[in-house]
């Protein structure tokens, strides 16, 4: 293999996994302007790799609560999808599917855990049904599953998966776009070594 870690990723990869990114979530916006019918839009995403300290600092701080919805890849690609709800983006899909908008995570009720849960599910499946039609893989998906957490917390679910391998986080960052509002959201794509291997050789990156 080429690749030992992600932090052997040079430009050339991290341009290729951005363009993939970009295309991936803008079908999960497609998605979500299609469920909430409203439109939205988002920024270009940046990917890096990044520690696991330098990931908290870049998605917020460390004891900030977060809904978390993690989803595990298997078949051709195997890894983690994890996607972060900050309370901005949260409270904007809620008031608009349930007309109701929360102080904090720790106040939602069950209807708006599910909801929150589902969409988490939804962008996820948007993005990696487009990654899978651009890379020519195959991927299955698990059911989803959810949490309300201290960012520090959710991310040591990763770094605890593939901590033998690598200490590094794939950080895609972009920025969802509704009513003029730029509402913060982080997804975090971790295949796995031999997998993020497979994908770079067919997209022809040597």
Same mark, same amino acid.
Not at 72 to 81: F, H, I, K, P, Q
Not at 96 to 124: M, Q, T, V
């Given at each position: 293999?080429?690749?030992?870690?992600?932090?052997?990723?040079?430009?050339?990869?991290?341009?290729?996994?951005?363009?993939?990114?970009?295309?991936?979530?803008?079908?999960?916006? $497609?998605?979500?302007?299609?469920?909430?019918?409203?439109?939205?839009?988002?920024?270009?995403?940046?990917?890096?790799?990044?520690?696991?300290?330098?990931?908290?600092?870049?998605?917020?701080?460390?004891?900030?609560?977060? $809904?978390?919805?993690?989803?595990?890849?298997?078949?051709?690609?195997?890894?983690?999808?994890?996607?972060?709800?900050?309370?901005?983006?949260?409270?904007?899909?809620?008031?608009?599917?349930?007309?109701?908008?929360?102080?904090?995570?720790?106040?939602?009720?069950?209807?708006?855990?599910?909801?929150?849960?589902?969409?988490?599910?939804?962008?996820?499946?948007?993005?990696?049904?487009?990654?899978?039609?651009?890379?020519?893989?195959?991927?299955?998906?698990?059911?989803?599953?959810?949490?309300?957490?201290?960012?520090?917390?959710?991310?040591?679910?990763?770094?605890?998966?593939?901590?033998?391998?690598?200490?590094?986080?794939?950080?895609?960052?972009?920025?969802?776009?509704?009513?003029?509002?730029?509402?913060?959201?982080?997804?975090?794509?971790?295949?796995?070594?031999?997998?993020?291997?497979?994908?770079?050789?067919?997209?022809?990156?040597?």
């Amino acid at each position: 293999m080429r690749l030992k870690k992600y932090e052997d990723m040079n430009l050339q990869d991290l341009d290729v996994m951005k363009e993939i990114s970009s295309i991936g979530t803008s079908h999960a916006a $497609t998605a979500l302007s299609k469920l909430l019918q409203k439109e939205i839009r988002i920024s270009i995403p940046e990917v890096s790799i990044l520690g696991y300290e330098e990931t908290v600092n870049k998605m917020g701080s460390i004891e900030e609560l977060v $809904t978390a919805t993690l989803v595990r890849m298997s078949n051709e690609v195997n890894g983690l999808m994890l996607f972060v709800f900050k309370l901005d983006l949260a409270n904007a899909i809620l008031e608009k599917l349930i007309g109701k908008r929360y102080d904090s995570f720790e106040e939602l009720d069950e209807l708006a855990y599910s909801a929150l849960e589902e969409i988490g599910n939804i962008i996820i499946c948007s993005y990696v049904n487009a990654f899978t039609q651009l890379v020519g893989v195959e991927i299955d998906l698990s059911v989803p599953s959810s949490t309300v957490n201290m960012l520090g917390g959710v991310l040591t679910v990763p770094i605890a998966e593939y901590g033998y391998v690598t200490d590094k986080l794939m950080y895609i960052n972009a920025e969802f776009i509704m009513d003029g509002d730029k509402l913060s959201d982080g997804l975090l794509m971790l295949p796995d070594i031999e997998s993020l291997n497979s994908i770079l050789e067919k997209l022809g990156v040597s």
